[in-house]
T-cell receptor, first 120, second 108 residues
Framework: GAVVSQHPSRVICKSGTSVKIECRSLDFQATTMFWYRQFPKKSLMLMAT?????????EQGVEKDKFLINHASLTLSTLTVTSAHPEDSSFYICSARAPTSGTLSYNEQFFGPGTRLTVL | GQSLEQPSEVTAVEGAIVQINCTYQ??????LSWYQQHDGGAPTFLSY??LDGLEETGRFSSFLSRSDSYGYLLLQELQMKDSASYFC?????????WGAGTKLIIKP
């Protein structure tokens, strides 16, 4: 259980175009999903927290107008990289918080397989 | 600020035991998680410690000491497939605060 899919796995696009990445929780409902960015051999950098039915919460330094997040249902969150540039090339990973019993102490996240974005 | 410290790289021999340490400084700390990430792949969950002590899951064990703000991941009977990066992450206010990762190199 607790499978998260991500689509596409790889995308190559021209500079100036927009790219949409989908993140789906396949066998559970995820009220909260997270979007990360990871550079080669570096740690995961949290970009934003996506809550179903409300606006995403962006981390400091992340442009919300450039990285549009929509969490329209309990199983789907999308990240759109608008007007992509070569510096946006990166590995983008989404995760969903596991179903919990309501305890504040449990926060396991299940990760999608990631999307490697290359902007030419 | 919030931060986690872990070694950047650890080398061990196949069949041996290795320990990866993690110290943390966070607010609203609920527990410490460990994730494994192979090159090109996404992180996969290994273990979670909310309470002090040792949690054992097969060849992997994880330890937490809240009073010392310290934890470690112990990998036993190392196999070549264990070569990966290992991240500690503090569960803090519904988010994960990530360490920089430890690259585990296993030699035959």
């Amino acid at each position: 259980g607790a499978v998260v899919s991500q689509h596409p796995s790889r995308v190559i696009c021209k500079s100036g175009t927009s790219v949409k990445i989908e993140c789906r929780s396949l066998d559970f409902q995820a009220t909260t999903m997270f979007w990360y960015r990871q550079f080669p051999k570096k740690s995961l950098m949290l970009m934003a927290t996506s809550n179903e039915g409300s606006k995403a919460t962006y981390e400091q330094g992340v442009e919300k107008d450039k990285f549009l997040i929509n969490h329209a249902s309990l199983t789907l969150s999308t990240l759109t990289v608008t007007s992509a540039h070569p510096e946006d090339s990166s590995f983008y990973i989404c995760s969903a918080r596991a179903p919990t019993s309501g305890t504040l102490s449990y926060n396991e996240q299940f990760f999608g397989p990631g999307t490697r974005l290359t902007v030419l | 600020g919030q931060s986690l410290e872990q070694p950047s790289e650890v080398t061990a021999v196949e069949g041996a035991i290795v320990q990866i340490n993690c110290t943390y400084q966070t607010s609203g700390f609920y527990g410490l998680s460990w994730y494994q990430q192979h090159d090109g792949g996404a992180p996969t969950f290994l273990s979670y410690n909310a309470l002090d002590g040792l949690e054992e899951t097969g060849r992997f064990s994880s330890f937490l000491s809240r009073s010392d703000s310290y934890g470690y991941l112990l990998l036993q009977e190392l196999q070549m497939k264990d070569s990966a990066s290992y991240f500690c992450a503090a569960n803090s206010n519904y988010q994960l605060i990530w360490g920089a990762g430890t690259k585990l190199i296993i030699k035959p």
